[in-house]
């Protein structure tokens, strides 16, 4: 017929291409490289895994998808690997996929569904193959790493966000971040001999980040309000279950540098980001200016490759624009850029 | 983590008009006499006849089908929908039913999701800069208006008027509306109601990767009503009305499509009262417009799957707005005249949320310009307009005092009539930060200044003579347009907390093209055919360093385009009706992971009329929508429905 016809070449003019139209990559080996957790932006279901080789220096987007047929889903939150198989948590969609390590098929997806309302789950931890994933509703979720079941859920605070391991015991941080202005300030402390929450540490408003250091040490972030009151980092002992430390420098992100903290500052009036160098046996900071990441626009996280000794930036350029992973040597030195996807955060080095 | 959506369906009123006379000419025109709205020719909107075989669900179902509009929907029956016309932005276009504006100081945005169709008899964009002397000033000086009438709100003097439909169609929708309509030498009244209701479980097929699954629509219900009241006198030249309207819906919020995730529980409650009047003059040299309406709207809002420690969200906004004006206009001489206007909208806003800040807003307006025509063939307009803004907020701090002047320009050029008419305009408008924008818990800023418009048309238009067998008229206009200091969501503090600013800067080029056509072979058989086709190159000029420099900008297709074919014979009528944008990109960055697909819509509808005796008729309509079975979104993760059906009956009297 020929509307028909005229409407398909109607159509052909219709659908064009956007500006990256080179034909996407694909990586032989999950090897000798970094797999990059994208988040995406809410509802937009686009969030996904990028893998930078170092090999050649290319990046495959859309590595789960291509490999699975299907996509992540919507806001990827945590990145993790337990023994061969990597957890990424998805936040939005309410999911956990479960992935083989090195043939990158998925094993499971792990739905986080309690009835007809999303747990929405935020940071996984592991612990004697079990993993704890900390849900918004209120709860931390166990999950058995054989079975790929969800075993029990412990109450906690509310909106828990961070979770880290010290002393055979959890400490979940409580942002009560969806009940702004007033937000939680406790960490949960939970025993993983009983799988009960013991005890509730007052640290601050809006616990957010939280990491343990070589001297099973507690760091957790306090956010704060985003504006009056300002982001600091506190230290609790894991053994007493107190707050021994409160820090009185601006804070966004902690990371691991080998037995030290790089504590990231990020300026959001001024687009700068500083890095600092935190000495996790004095607690303080012994390098004020440790990193400078000119070529960065949005700190959004930061990770150190300990196998091949470099610095790897996740700048999500503004949130909304896709964004680059910034390799800096040793030094501080600017290396390469790789273009990921939309909003890159967490990364898992491979040999 | 704290993820505030700004998200309000609500639309403040459905409002009144004024008296005027129809004549129908072949059927299709519509020429209004004492009228807010002045047209020059039948083809520059969407008349009463072609809106019936439309046969859509709401006013945006109208408005898309004009040149340089781009809709944004959320879908479903009563679903968001905004328009904006020639890229400036939703909040820029003011929608104006039956000489009142409605208006929204909460969002800035009118949903036309809201607005039925199955009483609009006239719709039509004033781009083209015509003089609306009697239209509400906050209209006329908005970068972009559009013009509805109602039925029960235009009175002629054809006696009693009635009418009566039924409908039932796919997704389980049901609706009736009623009105009657009477009119003499002194007094008119009208009154109407209506129900709608529908479940919305359309099915549709989600593509996953490579893996596509059926999947169904839910909490996508929907019920509304609304009934109002106008009455009026007539003496020697003017006009005094009054009159009430009240709304309500009750409505599932569907939610984007999450994959792996189906919770949708999020609804919406509103009720929405006017209250409106008006007096008309017009005398030889003077005529004059006076004109008041007030406004209550309520919207609840609740969630019962929020993750909040009070075990979900319920809260409930009252937005209350009173516009009272006067407008006039006053022939000089033979070629002169001049048009004048001052308008007040106070508006308000009542959260039950504590934290919210209680804004009060008085809008002022003035107008003044002056027509001259010369040598018999130009048209000089020049327009002047002020508009002081004063804010206040009980609980915190204001956004402050504005006050702006905007100018308007225009020359026109037309030799003969039906021949080529040339037009050249230049307007400069800005659009105030809504309420949300300002004030909305952590998100908003009160310090966001108005965004501004410049835009600068050309355009010109063909027709034949309104008489004969085959009639034909074309416009085309091209247009530059700049918008500076445009506010948008942001990410400010971290990827959670975003606010409003004022960062981009855009500018528009873009090109319209309409034709429309009508042929009548003999007395019965008759065909019509209208196209348009809008060219809209939308760019990010912000930030020559940014990513998306030069890019197009989120959501305005490149490419429009209407096709609408219709036969008629005797008393039998189909019409094919089809609907098409190109590629949009669901964030500025233009690469092929922000890509929603174009898509084209089409739909097909057939009428018979029984013509009973003593002016009374019977009318069947059957429409197949999305012929094709389209599988779409217009904004991403929103699905639309794919095919689906209506049947209509319709009762009229005179």
Sequence with gaps: ?351 | MRLVIIFCLWIGTHCIGQKNRIQEINEVTITFNLDTVKIQNEWEGINASKIESLQVNDAAGLIRKLTSTSIKSYGGLGGLKTVSSRGLGANHSKIVADGFSITNTQNGQVNLGQIHSDNIIYVRSNSDGRSQFLQPISAQVAGSQFSLETFENNFGNEGLQFRLLAKQGSFNQWGTYGAMKFSSEKLLFSGHGSFRSADGNYPFTLVNGNQTSEETRSNNDYTDYHFGFTSGIKKGKSVIRLGYMQKEFDQGLPGAVILYNNSADERIENRDQNLFGDYVFKGNKTSLRSFIKINENHMKYTDPNYLGQDGGIDISYRNRSMQAGIVGENKLAENLKIYFGAEQILSDLNVSDSNFARPLRMHNFGILGLNYSFLDKFKIRLQISEQYISEYNSVGISAGNKFKINPYFEISFNPRKHLMNQKLWYRSSFRMPSFNELYYNNIGNVNLEPEEAHQINYGWSLSTSPKGMLQWYFRNNVYLNYVTNKIIAIPTKNLFTWSMQNVENARILGADFKLGSKWGINEHVKFDLDLNYSFQRAVDVSDPNSPTYKDQIAYIPIHTGNIDFSIKYRTFGMRLSNYTNSLRYSLNENISANQVEGFWVSTLSTFYTLKLKNKNNLTFRFTVKNLFNSQYAVIRSFVMPGRNYLIVLKYAFN
């Design chain 1, 1 to 351: 017929m020929r509307l028909i016809r005229l409407l398909s070449y109607l159509s052909v003019l219709l659908f064009s291409c956007g500006k990256d139209n080179k034909p996407p990559v694909m990586i032989n080996s999950v090897s000798n490289g970094a797999l990059v957790l994208c988040e995406g932006l809410f509802q937009q279901n686009n969030s996904q895994l990028s893998f930078v080789s170092f090999e050649d220096n290319q990046v495959e987007n859309n590595f789960f998808l291509n490999r699975n047929d299907r996509q992540l889903g919507d806001t990827g939150n945590d990145l993790k690997r337990y023994g061969d198989k990597i957890y990424v948590v998805v936040n939005v969609s309410s999911t956990i996929e479960v992935i083989d390590a090195l043939s990158f098929s998925s094993i499971k997806q792990i739905s986080m569904m309690n009835g007809s309302t999303a747990k929405q789950p935020r940071s996984i931890a592991f612990h004697n193959g079990r993993a704890y994933v900390t849900c918004f509703d209120g709860y931390v979720d166990v999950i058995d790493t054989v079975s790929l079941t969800v075993d029990s859920r412990i109450p906690v605070g509310s909106n828990p966000e961070g979770i880290a391991i010290a002393n055979n015991k959890l400490f979940v941080s409580n942002s009560g971040g969806l009940n702004g202005p007033l937000m939680d300030s406790t960490v949960s402390v939970i025993d993983l001999n009983t799988n009960q929450e013991i005890e509730k540490i007052t640290v601050g408003m809006n616990p957010g980040t939280i990491k343990t250091d070589i001297f099973d040490d507690i760091y957790v972030i306090v956010r704060g309000n985003y504006g009056s009151i300002p982001s600091r980092m506190k230290r609790i002992n894991s053994e007493s279950n107190v707050v021994e430390d409160s820090f009185n420098f601006n804070i966004s992100g902690i990371s691991h540098f080998n037995n030290d903290f790089l504590i990231t500052q990020y300026d959001y009036n001024t687009n700068e980001a500083n890095v600092s160098l935190f000495n996790t046996s004095t607690k303080v900071i012994e390098i004020a200016s440790f990193l400078n990441l000119n070529e960065v626009q949005t700190l959004y996280h930061l990770t150190f490759d300990s196998i091949r000794n470099r610095f790897l930036v996740s700048d999500a350029m503004g949130f909304t624009n896709s964004g680059y992973i910034r390799e800096y040597d040793i030094q501080g030195d600017y290396i390469q850029s790789h273009h990921v996807g939309l909003n890159p955060s967490k990364i898992l080095v491979y040999e």
